[in-house]
C-alpha cells in the first residue's frame, strides 16, 4: 500500500493544491503570531494554473488578520526586502511571482529589515 506525502484535494469539481507557508523575521506578527501556515487553495484560477502572486494576494486576503498589509506588500507585489524562498531556493532562480505553485510546495517568507 503506497501512500502520498502530499496529494491534491478534490472540493467538488475543483483540485486544490496544499501547501506549507512560513513567515519569519517579524512577518508571523503580521499572521497571528503564526509562524507556520498550512494552506489549501485552488490548482487553476481563471483557467490557469495559480502562482506565487495568487498565493499572495490569497494571503492578504485570507490568512493576514493584521491590516497593515504595507508591511507585507507594496503595490501588489512583495515589499523590498522581504526574502521568499520556494522549496529552499530563491524564488528569483524560479520566476518570483510567476512560478507555478505545485501541491506539496513549501513557501518561506524572511524580513530582512529590523529596526534598531
Known amino acids: 500500500m503506497a501512500t502520498a506525502l502530499a496529494t491534491e484535494t478534490r472540493v467538488g469539481d ?3 493544491l496544499s501547501l506549507k507557508v512560513e513567515f519569519t523575521g517579524g512577518l508571523e506578527m503580521l499572521f497571528s503570531d503564526q509562524r507556520e501556515h498550512a494552506i489549501n ?16 494576494d ?5 490568512t493576514m488578520k493584521d491590516s497593515r498589509k504595507e508591511l507585507f506588500v507594496l503595490d501588489g507585489h512583495i515589499r523590498p526586502g522581504i526574502l521568499v524562498l520556494i522549496n529552499d531556493a530563491d524564488w528569483e532562480l524560479e520566476g518570483e511571482e510567476e512560478y507555478e505553485l505545485q501541491n506539496g510546495d513549501s513557501i518561506l517568507f524572511v524580513s530582512t529589515l529590523h529596526g534598531g
Open 58 to 62: 490569497h494571503l492578504c486576503k485570507n
Open 41 to 56: 487553495i485552488p490548482a487553476v484560477s481563471e483557467g490557469k494554473p495559480v502562482t506565487a502572486a495568487f498565493l499572495i
Open 14 to 16: 475543483n483540485q486544490e
